[in-house]
């Protein structure tokens, strides 16, 4: 079997956004499977709207993944082409990025307007010196013909001079029958293709999508073109080319798009849709490289396994179960997913991933500091950005307390102060406090004052760690220390009197 080489070609125009990265994950991971190469293609023939950054920017997302890359763009061809200005005069050299480059478009054009000349020769293509003025009459009499616009093939018979500016457009047979073999979705058969001698080649000398996406998709031996399916009505243009250049053509994979729970396609209205903005709300790259895996594909029929490490992605993943019909983006899965992988973690790559979050709030700790609490928060949480809020307790800069919250119906708070006045002195006869032994001295407290031990610990949570929900409460008295215990506790009772004669006035 010739070698698996998949290619992901974004168009650095904005964003990447997830449907687009799902599609360049299915790339891989086919090439991954096969021990093939998987190779990024910029695609930026529309120099008009690219925007400055955007290949880092997907660089950077692919680096986050842990996905990397075989061939692609040099990094100081990135630097050029992502800069503010148009990058000045750069020229490919052959071979740049890898055996097969430059893996820029912007930096192929005599390879396309090569092709572009052998299209002519063979008859199959034409120059055409319509002005965008006459295209626009032409347009503008079809509709009020009420005929359905698009070019009439009047330059097809008029022998157009190179010398003049002019574009080269493909001679769309009237009749085509086109077949085609999806590697996702089958056979698909057209028998009228909708596009009316299409522009290869622009007048500026750039090729547009259809011409540079064949010739480098051949060139660069690419064995499955796997793109969204909003290509589909362009694939039979596609077909037609690689025939009338005498190519063998790869295997197409149209991937339906990604959608939202409402069924509409996903955008920003249903969440986060960029990969910086996922892990800015504190989603890890292996739950959510495992989750946009999942949408839409499956180990197998029926098969209800959900969390898949990289190397069993790269394993299972197989084009015969990728489902031809959309996915949904379920973002409550997806955080459930990242919980899952938050608890699988190491204490310490979960304080490392952990720190920028903490850092947001204005929380810095060590690793040892913290290393005791550590699986005790990996458990309660599902995001990372609910890290910071179960540690402010141990930051004296940041601790407040919900002291309302000590008084409940059981729990008066007369009684509240009662209860913090006896664990204050309680653990003043204590040597240390240590997690494992703190319970029955709260129970005794508890007992002496004829209360249920849940009004003690609660109380006592309240009072020293702020509020309800909080990491378990004896590793945290452990962790704050005897001292920082009892002067909060202390601190405490003045603040609950207030609220007794809060109460005694209302
Ligand atoms: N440059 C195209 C895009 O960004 C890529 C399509 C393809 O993969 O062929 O949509």
Same mark, same amino acid.
Request: with cysteine; aromatic share 8%.
């Given at each position: 079997?010739k070698?698996?080489r998949? $290619?992901?070609?974004?168009?650095?125009?904005g964003?990447?956004h997830?449907?687009g990265f799902r599609s360049?994950? +299915?790339?891989?991971l086919l090439?991954r499977?096969?021990? /093939?190469?998987?190779?990024?293609r910029?695609? %930026?023939?529309?120099?008009?709207?690219?925007?400055?950054?955007?290949?880092q +920017?997907?660089? %950077?997302?692919?680096?986050?993944?842990?996905m990397?890359?075989d061939e692609?763009?040099?990094?100081?061809q990135i630097?050029?082409?992502d800069?503010?200005q148009?990058?000045p005069?750069?020229?490919?050299?052959?071979?740049?990025? /890898?055996p097969?480059g430059p893996?820029?478009?912007s930096l192929?054009?005599?390879?396309y307007?090569?092709i572009?000349e052998q299209?002519?020769?063979?008859?199959?293509?034409f120059?055409?010196?319509?002005?965008p003025e006459?295209l626009?009459?032409?347009?503008?009499?079809?509709?009020?013909?009420k005929?359905?616009?698009? +070019?009439?093939?009047?330059?097809?018979?008029?022998? !157009?001079s190179?010398?003049?500016?002019?574009?080269?457009?493909f001679?769309m047979?009237?009749?085509a029958?086109?077949?085609?073999q999806d590697g996702?979705?089958?056979?698909?058969?057209?028998e009228?293709?909708?596009?009316?001698d299409?522009?290869?080649?622009?007048?500026?000398?750039?090729?547009?999508?259809?011409l540079?996406v064949?010739?480098?998709d051949? %060139?660069?031996?690419?064995?499955?073109?796997? $793109?969204?399916?909003?290509?589909?009505p362009?694939?039979p243009?596609h077909?037609?080319l690689?025939?009338?250049l005498g190519w063998?053509?790869?295997t197409f994979?149209?991937?339906p798009?990604?959608?939202?729970?409402?069924?509409?396609?996903?955008s920003k209205?249903?969440?986060?849709?960029?990969w910086?903005?996922?892990? %800015?709300?504190? &989603?890890?790259?292996?739950?959510?490289?495992n989750?946009i895996?999942?949408? /839409?594909?499956?180990?197998g029929?029926?098969?209800e396994?959900e969390?898949f490490?990289?190397e069993e992605?790269?394993?299972?993943?197989?084009?015969?179960?990728?489902?031809?019909?959309?996915? !949904?983006?379920? +973002? #409550?899965?997806?955080s459930?997913m990242?919980?899952? &992988?938050?608890r699988?973690?190491?204490?310490?790559?979960?304080f490392e991933?952990?720190?920028?979050?903490?850092?947001?709030?204005g929380l810095s700790?060590?690793?040892?500091?913290l290393e005791?609490?550590l699986?005790?928060i990996?458990e309660?949480?599902?995001?990372? #950005?609910?890290?910071?809020?179960?540690l402010?307790?141990?930051?004296?800069?940041?601790?407040?307390?919900?002291i309302?919250q000590?008084v409940?119906?059981?729990?008066?708070?007369?009684?509240?102060?009662?209860?913090?006045a006896?664990?204050y002195?309680k653990?003043?006869e204590?040597?240390?406090l240590?997690?494992?032994?703190?319970?029955?001295?709260?129970?005794a407290v508890?007992?002496a004052l004829g209360?249920k031990?849940?009004?003690?610990?609660?109380? #006592?949570r309240?009072?020293?760690?702020?509020?309800?929900?909080?990491?378990?409460?004896?590793?945290s008295?452990e962790l704050?220390?005897?001292?920082?215990?009892?002067?909060?506790?202390?601190?405490?009772?003045?603040?609950v009197?207030?609220?007794?004669?809060e109460?005694?006035?209302g």
């Amino acid at each position: 079997m010739k070698e698996v080489r998949t $290619r992901f070609a974004p168009s650095p125009t904005g964003l990447l956004h997830i449907g687009g990265f799902r599609s360049a994950l +299915y790339a891989w991971l086919l090439a991954r499977h096969h021990g /093939g190469k998987f190779l990024l293609r910029i695609e %930026d023939t529309d120099q008009e709207r690219r925007v400055p950054g955007a290949i880092q +920017y997907i660089l %950077d997302g692919f680096r986050w993944f842990g996905m990397e890359i075989d061939e692609g763009p040099t990094e100081q061809q990135i630097q050029a082409l992502d800069g503010e200005q148009i990058a000045p005069n750069l020229s490919g050299e052959k071979g740049e990025g /890898g055996p097969y480059g430059p893996y820029v478009q912007s930096l192929r054009l005599t390879r396309y307007q090569e092709i572009a000349e052998q299209l002519i020769e063979a008859g199959v293509a034409f120059r055409c010196d319509c002005t965008p003025e006459m295209l626009q009459e032409e347009r503008l009499a079809q509709q009020a013909r009420k005929e359905v616009p698009g +070019y009439s093939g009047y330059c097809r018979t008029r022998n !157009v001079s190179r010398d003049t500016k002019h574009v080269v457009r493909f001679k769309m047979p009237d009749k085509a029958k086109v077949v085609m073999q999806d590697g996702i979705r089958g056979r698909i058969e057209w028998e009228k293709i909708p596009l009316r001698d299409p522009v290869l080649l622009k007048s500026d000398g750039f090729p547009t999508y259809h011409l540079a996406v064949v010739v480098d998709d051949h %060139d660069m031996e690419i064995s499955h073109v796997m $793109r969204g399916e909003e290509w589909i009505p362009s694939a039979p243009l596609h077909l037609m080319l690689y025939d009338a250049l005498g190519w063998e053509r790869p295997t197409f994979c149209h991937l339906p798009v990604v959608l939202g729970s409402d069924g509409k396609k996903l955008s920003k209205r249903h969440g986060s849709t960029s990969w910086s903005s996922f892990q %800015d709300e504190g &989603y890890l790259p292996e739950a959510l490289l495992n989750f946009i895996a999942r949408i /839409g594909w499956s180990p197998g029929e029926g098969d209800e396994q959900e969390i898949f490490s990289r190397e069993e992605l790269i394993e299972k993943f197989s084009l015969d179960h990728v489902n031809a019909s959309s996915g !949904v983006f379920e +973002y #409550t899965k997806l955080s459930w997913m990242n919980g899952v &992988y938050l608890r699988q973690l190491s204490p310490k790559r979960f304080f490392e991933e952990s720190e920028r979050f903490l850092a947001a709030e204005g929380l810095s700790f060590s690793f040892e500091e913290l290393e005791p609490l550590l699986p005790l928060i990996q458990e309660r949480v599902k995001l990372l #950005t609910e890290v910071p809020a179960l540690l402010t307790f141990l930051s004296e800069d940041h601790f407040t307390r919900e002291i309302d919250q000590i008084v409940t119906k059981k729990v008066s708070a007369a009684k509240a102060g009662g209860i913090l006045a006896q664990v204050y002195e309680k653990f003043g006869e204590i040597e240390e406090l240590r997690a494992d032994s703190i319970e029955p001295h709260l129970v005794a407290v508890a007992e002496a004052l004829g209360v249920k031990s849940g009004a003690v610990l609660l109380t #006592t949570r309240i009072a020293v760690l702020g509020k309800k929900a909080t990491p378990p409460l004896f590793e945290s008295l452990e962790l704050l220390g005897k001292e920082r215990v009892r002067s909060r506790l202390e601190e405490a009772i003045p603040l609950v009197q207030a609220l007794e004669r809060e109460a005694a006035v209302g």
